[in-house]
């Protein structure tokens, strides 16, 4: 079930667009933006993104940071609340190129990766690449596709490449996966691996929109739909010289002994808790906040303000006790230092 109102994208089929597989720059050769650019360019992107969403800021900004730590972001809701519109919203946006796939019970991992397939004029195989080849990639309810063909991004999510027949094959940078889950289903959907899970950077969620908000949204798609008409006000290499300037945010030994404490709290005190990744996911995203914010260095608030996003969908707990007050618990117990 795709999502259906105004906010959403209606078009249940694969989009696929051109892209050069093979066209990368390493990050070596990218001139960082300055702070202020990045604060700026990042606002520019969200008020473009609220020409078509209203009453998601948050979302989207969650998924700026996302991209901007070089991550991946699951969200999950009902159906019609906006999932799919927010991500083409946020591509359009960026000038990226974007592909969306519709997750079914009976997709297969080539139709996500790609396929070697028999050139018989040339008598040679040829790869032809799935939709992952994409700076963004919106798999739309990937919970209702088998474990089988979920697995099929936990390469390409940790290592931004796809391996067919022993042949690696690099996804276009930037490269995020934005996944939808439907919640409410669950005798009709998949349980999504551990493994595929802790690649999420970050999991979140949109709700419904109050009264004003769902009566300016109404008000905005009684003709056209305003994703008709966006355009993006940024660029992929925008994007990509905001990403070395958040690599380069200042990370003190200080705040990355207290990340490891809080990693350690939650793996003492839950049946699984953050792994060495999500520990990394948290730094990685904490430094993007702080550019947003405007600084080149990383405080604990940047760190408290990222956290539940990051870290709850990773933590198992006994069924009398919620992942998220874990975490609570974990910034009540280790102290700041």
């Known amino acids: ?10 078009d249940t089929s694969t989009e696929t667009n051109t892209i050069d597989i093979d066209s990368r720059v390493s990050s070596t050769d990218r ?14 992107i969200i008020d473009n993104v609220e020409r078509v969403i209203v009453g998601h800021r948050n979302a989207a900004e969650d998924i700026l940071i996302t991209m901007l730590a070089r991550g991946h972001l699951l969200l999950e809701d009902v159906p019609g609340v906006g999932k799919t519109m927010l991500a083409r ?16 019970p009976d997709l297969l991992p080539p139709d996500v990766t790609g396929v070697n397939v028999f050139d018989q004029q040339q008598q040679v195989f040829e790869f032809q690449p799935g939709p992952v080849f994409a700076n ?25 490449q796809v391996t067919v027949d022993g ?29 595929e899970v802790d690649r999420f950077t970050k999991q979140i969620q949109l709700g419904y929109p109050n009264e004003a908000e769902e009566t300016e949204l109404l008000g905005r798609v009684a003709g056209h739909h305003p994703i008709e008409s966006l355009e993006a006000v940024a660029t992929v290499e925008d994007v990509n010289r905001a990403r070395e300037t958040v690599a380069a945010t200042t990370v003190s030994e200080s705040v990355r002994s207290y990340v490891a404490q809080l990693a350690g709290y939650t793996r ?59 975490v609570d618990n974990a910034l009540d117990e280790v102290p700041i230092e």
Request: proline share 7%; hydrophobic share 40%.
């Open 167 to 195: 042949e690696t094959h690099p996804v276009p940078d930037p490269f995020t996966v934005i996944a939808t889950q439907n919640d409410i289903e669950p005798t009709q959907t998949y349980d999504l691996p551990v493994a």
């Open 1 to 10: 079930m795709t999502d259906t109102n105004a906010n959403t994208d209606t």
């Open 31 to 44: 001139d960082p933006l300055a702070v202020d650019e990045v604060a700026a360019l990042t606002t520019r």
């Open 136 to 160: 963004v990639v919106l798999g739309d309810e990937i919970n209702r596709a088998p474990p089988k063909t979920q697995a099929a991004l936990l390469e390409v999510m940790a290592e931004q």
């Open 89 to 104: 919203s946020i591509a359009t946006s960026l000038e990226c190129s974007f592909n969306r796939v519709q997750f079914t």
């Open 268 to 326: 003492d005190n839950a049946r699984l808790g953050v792994s060495p990744r999500g520990a990394i996911a948290l730094v990685r995203v904490a430094q993007a906040r702080a550019v947003f914010e405007g600084r080149d260095f990383v405080i604990p608030d940047d760190i408290h303000a990222e956290i539940h996003p990051t870290w709850s969908h990773r933590i198992q707990t006994a069924d009398t006790v919620d992942s998220a007050h874990v």
